[in-house]
């Protein structure tokens, strides 16, 4: 299987813990996005990448986010100090960076804070 | 503030008939839209897109009609299959010529009935 892989698929924790995710692109593709949905809404964009270059942030990527992708390949996001309001779905996608706009997902880490 | 709105939460259809949701926009800077699939526990799906210097593009049984003086675009299902039972996510790009963030609306659960 190609397609965009996320590991956990779940993750439980503990508000303040810190807690990283990785997203593994399909292989060809130079662009990595990642995108927090909450219940009833769309998925929201937090961040992309063009290789291993971060290209843009939202405001809604706070200081406790950080997010990588060394040597243009896998990707982490990592949020520290973790808060309830953070439980949401995050998605990763990725896409070819000229050979048009469709971005493919990942099946999404769903995180819980208690 | 909104920029892409699906007003309609859901939506039944009987098998064999005709799916039509729809899309609303406000940014004018938008010039590319898609149309995604989600099941549940997935991540979302591309189906269909379109760029703004089209009116229709179609693919199969999925054609996305693009309306841009009402800021209005449409996917249509023919004939409406069970398995296209899922939520649908309208998104648009606004970022001629790269694959940039998407914004997406909050989405429509379409249930094909038999």
């Known amino acids: 299987d190609t397609g965009v892989s996320q590991d956990p698929r779940h993750k439980i924790t503990k508000r303040g813990q810190n807690v990283t995710f990785r997203c593994d692109p399909i292989s060809e593709h130079n662009r990595l996005y990642w995108y927090r949905q909450t219940l009833g809404q769309g998925p929201e964009f937090l961040t992309y990448f063009q290789n291993e270059a971060q290209l843009e942030k939202s405001r809604l990527l706070s200081d406790r986010f950080s997010a990588e992708r060394p040597k243009g390949s896998f990707s982490t996001l990592e949020i520290q100090r973790t808060e309830q309001g953070d439980s949401a779905m995050y998605l990763c996608a990725s896409s070819l960076g000229t050979a048009g706009y469709e971005q493919y997902f990942g099946p999404g880490t769903r995180l819980t804070v208690t | 503030d909104q920029q892409v709105k699906q007003n309609s939460p859901s939506l039944s259809v009987q098998e064999g008939r005709i799916s039509i949701l729809n899309c609303d926009y406000t940014?004018?800077?938008?010039?590319?839209f898609l149309w995604y699939k989600k099941y549940p526990a997935e991540g979302p799906t591309f189906l269909i897109s379109i760029s703004s210097i089209k009116d229709k593009n179609e693919d199969g049984r999925f054609t996305v009609f693009l309306n841009k003086s009402a800021k209005h675009l449409s996917l249509h299902i023919v004939p409406s299959q069970p398995g296209d039972s899922a939520v649908y996510f309208c998104?648009?790009?606004?970022?001629?010529?790269?694959?940039?963030?998407?914004?997406f609306g909050t989405g429509t659960r379409l249930q094909v009935t038999l």
């Open positions: 998104a648009a790009d606004g970022h001629t010529g790269t694959a940039s963030k998407l914004t």
């Open positions: 940014n004018s800077m938008f010039d590319y």
